[in-house]
Structure formats: C-alpha cells, structure tokens
C-alpha cells in the first residue's frame, strides 16, 4: 500500500511564498510522474504542475514564472515552491503520483490527503 504524505501548507499573505512537500512511503516498485493539483471551493480540481521521473515539468499557465515543481527521486518526493502568492490561489493542494504496486504491471494514481493554501490579501 502506498502513501503519499503532503505538508507544507498554510496561511500567508499576497507576495509571501510557501513550500509544499510530499513523499511516497510504503511498499511499490516504480513511482512514474508526480504532480501537484488544486481544488478551490465550489471549483473543480485543476492541474498546478507536475514532474516525470527524468524532470521535465509541465505548469497551469496561472501558476507559470511563480511556483516551481523539483523531484528527489531517490527521496520519493516532489516539492512545490510557490511565490508571489495570491489570493486566486487559496485551495486545498493535492500530491498525485502514477504508482507501480509491486507484483503488478500497470501504474495507478494515489491521491495524498491534501493540504490547505490560503493567501489573504
């Protein structure tokens, strides 16, 4: 069973940076691309950026030239750095990860518990 464990979240104000972070603990044999998503209330949940295992990322085109997705492979965790934070961006923020349970030939995707964002102005 894997687990994806978020932290990092919290109360800042417009311009303040936050960074999230999120690990993978248990037992799998591969995890392929991680990524981070968003759910604002009332709102869909969307895509803020994600991260292959090799490193290219790919970003929401609201969130480009302010947050910045990194990977530690050998750690199974992906970080989120976000600056220039605004209001816009208050959302509960998801960890995503394509896994590879063990004994098993396809990925699935494993959802973290989610961490609260929220940027007053």
């Known amino acids: 069973q894997v687990q994806l464990v978020e932290s990092g979240g919290g109360l800042v104000q417009a311009g303040g940076s936050l960074r999230l972070s999120c690990t993978a603990s248990?037992?799998?044999?591969?995890?392929?691309?991680m990524g981070w998503y968003r759910q604002a209330p009332g709102q869909q949940r969307e895509l803020v950026a994600t991260?292959?295992?090799?490193?290219?990322?790919n970003y929401a085109n609201s969130v480009k030239g302010r947050f910045t997705i990194s990977r530690d492979n050998a750690k199974n965790t992906i970080y989120l750095q976000m600056n220039s934070l605004k209001p816009e961006d208050t959302a509960v923020y998801y960890c995503?990860?394509?896994?590879?349970?063990?004994?098993?030939?396809?990925?699935?995707?494993?959802w973290g518990q989610g961490t609260q964002v929220t940027v007053s102005s």
């Open positions: 995503n990860a394509e896994v590879k349970p063990l004994f098993y030939n396809n990925y699935r995707d494993c």
């Open positions: 991260i292959t295992s090799g490193g290219d990322t």
């Open positions: 248990g037992r799998f044999a591969s995890i392929n691309g």
